[in-house]
Nanobody
């Protein structure tokens, strides 16, 4: 599966952004992929942000984004999204869309998209 992330940009602290991930090559619902978002700051390890089960019934979040970020998916459109509210400077990073094959750990993605830059100005 190929993943294409979009929606990053520059926003002031307290603002919102919505990231989108478009999948192609395979239908993420049919293959029961978990969809996830990770982020990375230059010089640091890539960090798990959020994930959603293949049917949308289960989600997991990085503690620091709980209550501010919401992950969702639309299997009919083969997409996943990350709504980010009340953004803070520490959310500044390159955000990556990822997919996990059925039965694999949510924290070891099998497929990665290219990143999209999110910059929060204080």
């Amino acid at each position: 599966v190929q993943l294409q992330a979009s929606g990053g940009g520059l926003v002031q602290a307290g603002g919102s952004l919505s990231l989108s991930c478009a999948a192609s090559g395979r239908t993420v619902g049919t293959y029961a992929y978990v969809m996830a978002w990770w982020r990375q700051v230059p010089g640091k390890d890539r960090e798990f942000v959020a994930a959603i089960s293949y049917d949308g019934g289960d989600t997991d979040y990085l503690e620091s984004v709980k209550g501010r970020f919401t992950i969702s998916r639309d299997n009919a459109k083969n997409t996943a999204s990350l709504q980010m509210n009340d953004l803070q400077s520490e959310d500044t990073a390159i955000y990556y869309c990822a997919a996990v094959e059925y039965g694999h750990s949510w924290f070891t993605p099998d497929f990665w998209g290219q990143g999209t830059q999110v910059t929060v100005s204080s």
